[in-house]
């Protein structure tokens, strides 16, 4: 993936929610970001990435309907503009997530 800001748009399998969206930057094959409930970190190998995601607002259940956190195995595919993810919880098949990534900007 090229370095920079990206909007997230993404849903599970599991979600009560509804589509949830955040904001991640990407540098040197590692991500960061993070929306109202979670913070994001990982890091890309080709087209597979391992994110870590870390609720930080415990008034509301992230994506996975939990308050622990989860470690996400992720296949992407480029589509001009647009990056689109699908992948599960490690270890966990049964909870699936599924999403795409919308180039925003360089980074500053």
């Not at 920079?4 to 009560?16: A, D, E, H, P, Q």
């Not at 689109?84 to 997530?97: M, Q, R, T």
């Amino acid at each position: 993936m090229k370095d920079g800001i990206y909007k997230l748009i993404f849903n599970t399998n599991v979600n009560r929610n509804g589509m949830l969206n955040g904001i991640l930057t990407v540098k040197d094959d590692r991500i960061n970001g993070g929306d109202y409930v979670c913070y994001y970190k990982g890091k890309l190998s080709g087209n597979t990435a391992t994110v870590k995601s870390v609720p930080h607002n415990k008034h509301d259940t992230n994506a996975f309907n939990g308050h622990s956190p989860v470690d996400l195995e992720l296949r992407i595919e480029e589509h001009g503009p647009v990056y689109l993810f699908k992948g599960n919880v490690v270890g966990d098949n049964s909870n699936a997530i599924h999403g795409e990534l919308h180039f925003l900007s360089d980074l500053a």
